[in-house]
Nanobody, 116 residues
Framework: QVQLVESGGGLVQPGGSLRLSCAVSGNIGSIIRMGWWRQAPGKQRELVAAVASGGSLDYADAVKGRFTISRDNAKSAVYLQMNSLKPEDTAVYYC??????????WGQGTQVTVSS
């Protein structure tokens, strides 16, 4: 099994910044991708950013230039730096790990609210 624990969410004003962290533990072999997804009320869960095992990055168009994903292999962690936050970024953010053959694992989610 794989355990994912997110932290760093909260309330921030428009234009502000937050940094999300995800600590990964357990059977972490064969990880091929780590990423962040989000789900706003009444909407489907969507990919925000992901980093593949080879280092390639993928960002949703809505966050390009504002969000940065990074990983720390030594700490088995993945981070999401979010700058210039907008009200439409308000959502529950989920950490995701994909393992070859075994599939996807999810964290419990952390709320990000962007409001004045």
């Amino acid at each position: 099994q794989v355990q994912l624990v997110e932290s760093g969410g909260g309330l921030v004003q428009p234009g502000g910044s937050l940094r999300l962290s995800c600590a990964v533990s357990g059977n972490i072999g064969s990880i091929i991708r780590m990423g962040w997804w989000r789900q706003a009320p009444g909407k489907q869960r969507e990919l925000v950013a992901a980093v593949a095992s080879g280092g390639s990055l993928d960002y949703a168009d809505a966050v390009k230039g504002r969000f940065t994903i990074s990983r720390d292999n030594a700490k088995s962690a993945v981070y999401l730096q979010m700058n210039s936050l907008k009200p439409e970024d308000t959502a529950v953010y989920y950490c995701n790990v994909r393992r070859l053959i075994y599939g996807d694992y999810w964290g419990q989610g952390t709320q990000v609210t962007v409001s004045s």
